[in-house]
């Protein structure tokens, strides 16, 4: 029966600390509906879905399910009421082998004296694998040895096997590439058509407007409101979510490619093993180039790769300013490139360091005293200085920086490189979970930085981000520039995924 | 106007409650006596080769590597520049050979985890049991048989460093000059990123393998300063030369609650009080009539096991009343940024 409600919270409480994470909560989930959770970083999303997941408990307020007081005490309990559940605090077991891990906790069934028969198990996730198209994974290789992408997989699979009749999904798109997005989005309609339920949470507002049939927006620990999508307007969502007005527009609104005359880097017949095939092209002062390509195209390695990050990198990259041969990091650093990878919390900040210590570490040539010494007062004032110059939000410059938001750390990442005199910035999803206002904030930086004139490589897996920002796309397939767009008509998504696909 | 509270260092704040607290134990067990035995000079005197050792240790340890060779460099390099000293008949040259050996061990040690990418325990490890070998080879009888003209005995000015006068500050020197190297210089800094994410570190463009080939340079170099005051005390070499050196510089450093994973908690200062503990442990038990290597290794034991529940429930304390930002500051830190 569609349309019934089977999951609702009544007001559900929950503080940690000092913090309430949660006020009074009420919450209704309907039968064969997607429903979205939106709202900034801290507004007690995933808060909410901890608690329905077993993950947390509540301190008051009850959840009922299909009717009946719903109180799992842990994510296996969840499974076993029939909630499947992909979240961020979950994750996988890094020494065991995916497949084992799609059933982990929930061994029993295929163990006999002790002994847990893993081929069965992956013979049964292949199965379930099958049944939702999700594609081939190692399912013998352990899932640490996996990328993001896998393990989010692996993830998914877990859920799945659980045969739910709910599905949680906190913020998976964001690790998936182009092809697999679509495929869940694929497993997302199949099961909305199987009467079953999904509540998920994405900082990609355009993809909660596509997918979801109904929002509740959260601010501050509170339900600000349930709406269907169709009877909201992006603007509309974005001020409830932020509580104000949000100014003017995210993206570029000129339609047409600029940039400078001089060339700021040059990249000749670059290869790195068979992920990058034979690439050339030059990146102009002032002009953002977006990179776009599914999963397999390699447009994450051509980012490491012009950072002289790779040890298997052939050809040249050129800074023209001093005509550089970028061949190392070390090299790329002291020429003035910068780079942001795309895993933030372990490729790019020290997540137990302080802020001041990851804000100061690109910089720390330039804070030399003369006697070749690096004092705390300079690294204090550079430090301050990036913290308000980019309002990360923080007590101090000596706070953890573990302790910040998805937003405020990039915030961090960006704003480290910022502060020194750059030549070329090369960016790998630069907003990946941050929330609006965040994002906001970074496209604004991009727009100034182009502005004053310096050449940037924007590599997304959002097509809309790219499309947004960019002079012009090179889209990539197999690791080769199958496709050059320009700024103006050509600018379509449609145009990026028939050459992408 | 910019809110700042330092954070409190909770592992240092651990390692002197330690020290203090094994003082007072001591004081009562010895009814006094401790107290009156009990002076700066003896303890440096007693964990001086320790404290240098450790020194160099620190780079190493900051990067969340091990060294597990200084003992055995410490053996090898003073017998290299002991012998060569005696060949030539020139005392002084003792000392630029011994420390060149030393450091000439750590940098092989550098390139061997830096470039090679070796695990730094196995790679030290294989030191510490090839060279011990060596070295008690060529303490043994047989060995000065063969080649009696290397007999040696301390003389000249490694002689000095016997002296008060030399001793000392030499001592303070080295203490200063490490402390700015890892606190105030690129190079500390950039060791003390690898130990704290060695990914980060490679992305953002810190030169990983220069910065580890210095690194376990500076921990053999010192390895070696460290053998030049053994050879002032001891007056020559002998086959257990630096035996368990690395273990004692590696207590010390837990006394200090310094992490073996590396990173930016990692301060010099730690391990002075690391140091100190111990000295006071052994002058205890001495003054007590334990004096015995097994009681002195028994109680180091002891000593570590009662570190780890100390840090891990300091660790639980320091959770438990962490600043954290609350959504009240961040809306209010919003609002200013907006205003």
């Known amino acids: ?501 | 106007m910019k809110i700042r509270r330092a954070k409190m260092d909770v592992s240092m704040l651990t390692s002197v409650i330690l020290m203090v607290g094994i003082f007072v134990v001591f004081l009562f067990l010895t009814g006094g006596n401790e107290i009156s035995k009990f002076s700066l000079t003896n303890i440096i005197d007693s964990s001086i080769i320790y404290i240098i050792a450790g020194l160099g240790y620190l780079f190493v340890i900051a990067m969340g590597s091990a060294d597990l060779s200084i003992g055995a460099n410490l053996g090898i390099s003073c017998i290299i520049g002991t012998s060569l000293a005696t060949i030539w008949g020139v005392d002084w040259t003792a000392i630029p050979v011994t420390l060149a050996a030393a450091l000439g061990i750590g940098l092989i040690n550098g390139v061997l985890v830096g470039r090679l990418k070796v695990p730094s325990f196995m790679v030290t490890v294989a030191w510490l049991l090839g060279i011990r070998g060596m070295i008690i080879y060529t303490q043994t009888e047989v060995f000065e048989e063969l080649f009696p003209t290397m007999y040696y005995q301390t003389a000249g000015p490694l002689l000095l460093l016997k002296e008060s006068f030399v001793k000392y500050p030499l001592f303070v020197a080295l203490i200063v000059v490490v402390y700015l190297v890892l606190t105030h210089t690129k190079f500390g800094h950039y060791c003390r990123s690898i130990g704290e994410n060695e990914l980060v570190a490679r992305n953002v463009g810190v030169p990983i393998k220069n910065v580890k080939l210095w690194a376990f340079g500076l921990s053999g170099l010192m390895a070696g300063v460290a053998g030049l005051f053994y050879l002032a005390r001891n007056g020559g070499t002998n086959n257990t030369i630096g035996q368990n050196l690395e273990v004692d510089v590696i207590a010390c450093i837990f006394a200090g609650c310094i992490l073996v994973t590396g990173g930016y908690s990692t301060k010099l200062p730690k391990l002075l009080l690391g140091c100190f503990t111990f000295a006071i442990l052994k002058n205890g038990l001495g003054l007590m009539g334990y004096n015995t290597a097994f009681a002195k290794e028994l109680s180091q034991g002891l000593v570590i096991i009662l570190i780890m529940f100390a840090v891990i429930k300091m660790k639980d304390w320091e959770s438990k009343r962490a600043v954290t930002i609350t959504r009240e500051d961040e809306v209010a830190l919003t609002d200013r940024a907006i205003s």
């Open chain 1, 1 to 501: 029966m569609a349309g019934e409600i089977i999951l609702k919270t009544e007001k559900l409480c929950k503080t940690f600390g000092p913090t309430k994470a949660n006020i009074d909560v009420d919450f209704e989930l309907r039968r064969g509906e997607v429903h979205g959770l939106v709202g900034e970083n801290g507004s007690g999303k995933s808060t909410l879905l901890s608690q329905i997941a077993g993950i947390i408990g509540s301190d008051s307020g009850r959840i009922e399910l299909q009717g009946e007081v719903y109180e799992p005490h842990s994510p296996l309990d969840a499974y076993d009421h029939g909630i499947g559940i992909v979240v961020q605090e979950l994750g996988v077991i890094g020494n065991v082998p995916a497949g084992v891990n799609v059933f982990i906790g929930r061994t029993q069934r295929f163990t006999k004296f002790g002994i847990v028969n893993t081929t069965k198990i992956n013979e049964e996730v292949r199965e379930i694998a099958k049944e939702w198209d999700l594609g081939d994974l190692p399912l013998n290789k352990l899932a640490g040895a996996m990328n993001v992408e896998s393990r989010k997989q692996v993830e998914l699979l877990r859920a799945l096997a659980v045969d739910p009749e709910i599905l949680i999904l906190d913020e998976i798109t964001q690790a998936l590439s182009y092809d697999n997005r679509r495929r869940l989005y694929a497993i997302i309609e199949k099961f909305k058509a199987m009467g079953r339920s999904i509540l998920m949470i994405s900082h990609d507002l355009e993809e909660i407007m596509a997918t979801c049939d109904r929002l509740t927006v959260l601010r501050d620990g509170r339900v600000v409101d349930t709406v269907e999508t169709s009877a909201i307007s992006m603007n509309d969502l974005k001020r409830m979510m932020v509580g104000r007005e949000m100014e003017g527009e995210y993206y570029r609104v000129d339609n047409e490619p600029s940039r400078r005359e001089s060339i700021a880097l040059s990249v000749e017949n670059l290869s790195v093993t068979d992920e990058v095939k034979d690439m050339s092209f030059d990146i102009y002062d002032g002009e953002i180039v977006g990179f776009c390509g599914l999963s397999g195209s390699g447009i994450h390695t051509i980012g490491k790769a012009l950072y002289g990050l790779s040890d298997e990198a052939k050809g040249k990259v050129r800074l023209r300013k001093n005509e550089a041969l970028i061949d190392s990091s070390q090299k790329a650093l002291h020429e003035g490139m910068a780079y942001v990878p795309k895993e933030r919390d372990w490729e790019g900040l020290m997540m137990q360091a302080n802020i001041r210590d990851n804000i100061t570490l690109p910089g720390l040539d330039d804070l030399k005293s003369k006697a070749g010494f690096v004092w705390n007062g300079a690294l204090n004032k550079t430090a301050n200085k990036a913290v308000s110059e980019f309002s990360v939000k923080c007590n101090s410059i000596a706070q953890e920086m573990g302790g910040l938001s998805g937003g405020n750390k990039q915030k961090v990442n960006l704003g480290r490189w910022i502060a020194k005199d750059l030549s070329c910035l090369v960016l790998d999803c630069p907003t990946r979970g941050v929330d609006v206002g965040a994002k906001a904030y970074i496209y604004n930086l991009l727009k100034s930085l182009k502005a004053d004139g310096l050449g940037m490589i924007l590599i997304s897996d959002e097509l809309m981000e790219v499309l947004g920002m960019a002079d012009r796309i090179f889209v990539v397939k197999d690791g080769e520039i199958a496709r050059e767009l320009k700024r103006g008509d050509e600018f379509t998504e449609d145009n990026i995924i028939e050459v992408m696909l």
